[in-house]
């Protein structure tokens, strides 16, 4: 019998990574449709890439600097290349939280990175940054575990993360040509909401896996609550989305909606094995206003350009995700279960220290990256387009258009420019 329960929960684990992987698919697909279509090969490269190269890295150096013999609390300090390592399964399952992690900065930086530059930065998340934060929490060694830290699969260790580091990354890099113009803010609408869409449910679906198989084991009484929790979260956020920017604008916005499921996703994530499904309900109901006025906050007020809206769903919602246990913990230390405000306090500082910690590793790696590769195209390649610039192939055929131009004497950049100008709608708004 303790050889077929150790073989249900290698099952389960190894579904659970499949799952995760194949998560990689849906930010592809989230980040290719919310952008435009000259743009779409260079969101899929920086995408395989990161799943590829990440997962490299993790394997020689993240992973022991995660789970290795702790020093102080603070970072791993032995199996590196697995060196000592026996539970290849946990290695793998964790090989794919990695490169989540470091995902999240594709979205926010696309349309205008050197392809060079974000190569750099997903070697420094899933080499460094990722793995540190990860050690606090997650080793059973660390400073914030010690303290009483819950991060029952992410919302801080991945999502927060990825999304400071995507946040500084956007202000590094600047905002696409032509977002910010006379003190106007202009929408630069992606090419393909349905695309999007695909990728929201792929997401969606590779979520049960992410926060599902975090139980590692296949817990007959665990794995449903927090598969449960997982789907009313998303789905609470999605419906009260759609409500909320029906009040806000005057209809149900598209992209928004989408991302309100994400939003639901990344706020339960911390707490999917802590809270009733009540909770997670309210938890979704409230990343939806969270999300929307965070997008518009980032987006007109602080003037970052975040083509997805990646910061607002992975950094905002994380955030609230993260202090939701400490409100709905029903293990008697959520505050509105009588455990008080000690949890509450303690996840703030997690949240607190992720921030500081991503904030000074990724701004001077950056700055290091900047000393040898560029990190923004030039001016000229942006308005091509960079699947022609960076990967010689546009995404979509465009034969007939070439072929039923009336302009004579153009470049093949120059017609790339007019097809970008007739497919891209640019709507302008005032705040």
Known sequence: MDDVLLSVNLVWIM???????FMHA???????????SKNAVNIIMKNFLTISLGGIVYFLCGYAIMFGDTAGGFFGTSGFALNGVDDL???????MFAATGATILSGAVAERTNIF?????????TILVYPVVGHWVWSGQGWLTDLGFIDFAGSTVVHLTGAVAAFIAAIMVGP???????????????????????????LWFGWFGFNGAS???????????VIANTFFSAAAGVVATAFY??????????????????????????????????GSLIIGLIAAPLLVEG????????????????????????????????????????????????????????????IAWVSVTVTAGLYIIKAFVPLRVSAEEEITGLDVIEHGTPAYEYQEIFKSSAIQGETFAQRLTHIGKTQTNVTEKHV
């Not at 592809?28 to 435009?36: C, Y």
């Open 89 to 95: 399964s946990f290695f793998i399952f964790q090989t």
């Open 215 to 225: 139980t590692l084991a296949a817990d007959p009484a665990l794995v449903p609550t």
């Open 26 to 36: 849906g930010f592809a697909m989230v980040e290719a449709g919310f952008t435009r």
């Open 176 to 202: 696409r040509l032509g977002k910010y113009e006379n003190g106007r803010v202009n929408v630069i609408t992606g090419h393909s909401i349905p695309i999007g869409a695909l990728g929201v449910f792929l």
């Open 245 to 278: 920017t029906n009040f806000r604008y005057g209809h149900i916005d598209g992209s928004l909606t989408l991302n309100g499921a994400l939003a639901g996703l990344v706020g339960i994530t911390a707490g999917a094995a802590n809270v009733s499904i009540v």
């Open 117 to 125: 530059a974000y190569i750099g930065v997903i070697i420094l998340m």
């Open 295 to 354: 997008v518009r906050f980032i987006e007109w007020k602080l003037k970052v350009d975040d083509p997805v809206g990646a910061i607002a769903v992975h950094g905002i919602c994380g955030i609230w995700g993260t202090l939701a246990v400490g409100l709905f913990d029903v293990g008697g230390q959520g505050l509105f279960y009588g455990g008080g405000i000690s949890l509450l306090g303690i996840q703030a500082i997690g949240v607190i220290a992720t």
């Open 15 to 21: 579904l659970g990574t499949i799952l995760v992987f």
